[in-house]
């Protein structure tokens, strides 16, 4: 509802500016009502950024970080042992940042992760980052 309001009064605004001869700001007003409907679907896909396919890790927490999604409102992140499918090890839900450190994990072992970014309309899916922790 929030979102035919705010085209609402910007059409409104628009029709006032060229009524009074101020339609130099109409390309700004029509910029920002597009901007306003731009979120209508799922966000955008992430993109994994670290650690990188295949990287070899000496901690037992991992850092790990991934592109911001356009339109994502929250993030939640999966992290395996050994296959990107079965139980997951570790796990964060409605994450605001484009980072989480794990829980301590086991050396010696591959992991699997990913990133969801949601919002109201659903989620994406990024595609599966492994990582290993040696001794």
Known sequence: MKRIDRFQSLAWMQRFMLIFGLGILLPLVSFQAASAF????????????????????????????????????RYVVVVRKSAS???????????????????????????????????????STSRWGRFSIGN
């Open 38 to 73: 731009s979120c209508n679907g799922i966000p955008a896909r992430p993109k994994l950024q670290t650690p990188s396919k295949g990287e070899s890790l000496l901690g037992k927490r991992v850092q790990l970080a991934w592109e911001r999604a356009d339109c994502a409102t």
């Open 85 to 123: 499918y079965g139980r997951p090890v570790d796990a964060a839900y409605d994450l605001k940042r484009t980072t989480y450190t794990t829980r301590r994990l086991e050396k010696n072992a591959s992991y699997w992760w990913m990133v969801e970014a949601c919002n109201a309309n659903g989620c």
